[in-house]
């Protein structure tokens, strides 16, 4: 029987352990960690952000395993790949942090609509104004259909200025998207929120 120095069989009941670990591990959107990397050479990223620079893979995972941490492919496309060394469950949760704080701030756009008709008095068009100001408040845009019944068809032409009139009550707030076009026996405008060209005071304040 073949017998090996202590210090040997334990440097390789070490290195099993931790392909072991690493096989079996998740990986965040296909990213690669410790012995999963193959590449010759790798940038390098230290655990606080700072740049190490270009080495051997071998070296960079010697570091991060002498560390107690990990070697995570962040930039598979970088020539040579981007790495950084830090602990793969805090990062995998920072990850996850960050796209669900992401999926947050983005805001669906929904399509709102306001049914008015060529005989509106003028309380009723206020009051769907009103609404549609808080629709488009809310980034959301406004589709205007302006339905026409029985006789009424006769003289859409002539009532078209409902709509017109509609725009241009909002006019502070949101601008015409889509003119007004016919369909069917409606006619259909849509609006969308008007953008603020000036730049906001914090932006001005920001720091470059």
């Known amino acids: 029987m073949i017998e090996f120095p202590s210090g040997l069989l334990q440097a390789a009941c070490f290195i099993l352990s931790v392909a072991r670990a690493t096989e079996t591990r998740p990986k965040i959107n296909n990213l690669f960690i410790n012995e999963q990397i193959r590449d010759k050479e790798v940038r390098v990223i230290g655990e606080a952000g700072n740049q190490i620079g270009v080495m051997p893979?071998?070296?960079?995972?010697a570091m991060a395993h002498e560390a107690g941490l990990d070697l995570i492919k962040i930039a598979p496309t970088a020539n040579p790949p981007v790495c950084k060394i830090a602990d793969y469950g805090k990062y995998q949760y920072e990850q996850l942090r960050?796209?669900?704080e992401a999926r947050k701030k983005q805001h669906q756009v929904d399509i709102k609509?306001?049914?008015i008709?060529?005989?509106i008095d003028t309380n009723d068009i206020n009051t769907k104004a009103n609404a549609a100001r808080k629709f488009l408040a809310k980034g959301d845009k406004v589709k205007v259909t302006l339905r026409f019944r029985g006789r009424e068809m006769?003289?859409?032409?002539?009532t078209k200025h409902v709509l017109d009139d509609f725009a241009e009550s909002l006019a502070d707030v949101a601008v015409i998207e889509k003119p007004a076009k016919v369909e069917g026996r409606s006619i259909i405008m849509f609006?969308?929120?008007k953008k603020d060209d000036k730049p906001s005071k914090n932006k001005e304040e920001a720091p470059q």
């Open 98 to 100: 960050k796209e669900k």
């Open 57 to 61: 893979t071998k070296e960079a995972l």
């Open 154 to 158: 006769a003289h859409m032409n002539t």
């Open 117 to 119: 008709s060529p005989n």
């Open 191 to 193: 609006l969308t929120a």
């Open 113 to 115: 609509e306001i049914r």
